[in-house]
């Protein structure tokens, strides 16, 4: 892997997706990989959605990571 896909994977893992409560990408693929597989799920395990927006900003990009990476090989997060 040259070093700008090495950095490319890391501000992506880094990337915050809730950013009332400065979460990163990372956590809530964790989540997911560990069997979270609800928006309801991710916000209890991670503890987005409950922010100043209540979930209003990330909820979106959560539904689209379960989307993607639900019954995903875990290997793969």
Do not use: H, T
């Not at 991710?42 to 989307?67: D, F, H, P, Q, T």
């Amino acid at each position: 892997m040259d070093p700008e896909d090495i950095k490319v994977e890391w501000l992506l893992q880094n990337e915050k997706v809730c950013i009332c409560k400065g979460i990163p990408r990372k956590r809530f693929l964790e989540a997911i990989k560990n069997g979270a597989s609800s928006l309801q799920e991710v916000n209890r395990i991670v503890g987005s959605g409950s922010g100043e927006c209540k979930g209003e900003r990330c909820s979106a990009e959560i539904e689209r990571l379960l989307a993607l990476y639900s019954g995903a090989d875990p290997k793969q997060l």
